[in-house]
């Protein structure tokens, strides 16, 4: 499998890379975009057409581009899959309620081929992450090897958009769907974020709303720990200050844990808006980066993981907008640190939720977590 990753800052640099890579490599069959909300989605698909590349992508809140990051641009990666062992497909929400969009996703991913693996990128404002999971999880079983990520805005927190040459959805979700016995996709996900404090219970929540922990008003509960939300409902600082800050660590039966980022308060009721669904029942301790040592525990993480997979052909990162936020600038040396295990073309983007396992788990939805992805020709053996 041939790869390369391209960057554009415009509509006309972006036609100019591809037709470039397209001369070199003709057979080159598939881009895999990331791109600010800033372009025009419609002018993107057109320029893929015309290239006879298909197209996968979403809208980014920041764009990576092998070793390092850029903002209001875009990132592809462009791949020469081999004939027949990969499947893009759209579902929209229309009617349905998020879980039940999923199983139909699901119940399309199960007609593909008999043993598949599927990258997928959901809208990421307006829809419970965790039944897009549970919906697949009910049609293709706990096991399903399912990676990905939300689309995002810029934190505008308005709309987002999942896209293929055949169809753009700003509720919906978009499928690259690959015949593992001709490509495999290996994926991990990992946080670095340290659990701090006693384990608490959430006793009343619907869905991301948090109402009540331990019995007790769910905002009089984080205001006692942690003081106060610094403005978080005051837009985009305060949204990267808090979130960034000091998610719930759920733990899981299997001993696993996901993170869930607090966006902001609200004070009639005393809730907590997260950015991910929670239980009644769950227990969770909250957590805080542990500084920047996050940086190298995390690309040490992936060190345990690239002895795994040694035989990769390129790669696709999907790390939350929360860790650019608590990060800042120093964001790059963990992408950095990723990218030299393998030195393979990688594309990716800051994303509003990650999907993926944890070592040892199953897939699951993740926030504040740096996801990467693996493709592998299976020909290499």
Known sequence: MNATSIRAASLAELQTSLAKAKHKNPSLNIGILFCSIDFSIEKIRNIFTDTEIALFGCTSSGEIHDDYYVEHQMTCLLLDLPKGSFQIVGQARQEKSTYEMAQAAGQK??????????????QGVGANADEIVNGMKEKLGDQVQLYGGLAGDNLALKETFVFSNQACYSDGLMMLILDNTQVRLSGFATSGWEAIGVLHQVTKATDNVLYEIDGEPALNVFLKYFGSFDDADKG??????????????????????????????????????????????????????????????????FGHFKAEVKAVDAMILFSCIGRLGALGPLMEDEIKGIHQYWNKPMAGFFSYGEIGATKGATCDFHNETCTLVTFTDCSHG
């Open 109 to 122: 991913i199960k007609n593909t081929f008999a043993d598949q693996s599927v990258l997928l990128l959901a």
């Open 236 to 301: 985009l600082d305060g949204v990267k200050n808090v979130s960034a800050q000091y998610p719930l660590q759920i733990l899981r039966p299997d001993g696993s844990y996901v993170l869930r980022s607090p966006l902001f308060g609200v004070e009639e009721d005393k809730s907590l808006v997260l950015a991910g669904g929670v239980k009644e029942g769950d227990r969770f301790r909250f957590s805080i980066s542990p500084g920047f040592e996050v940086i190298d525990q995390t690309v040490q993480e």
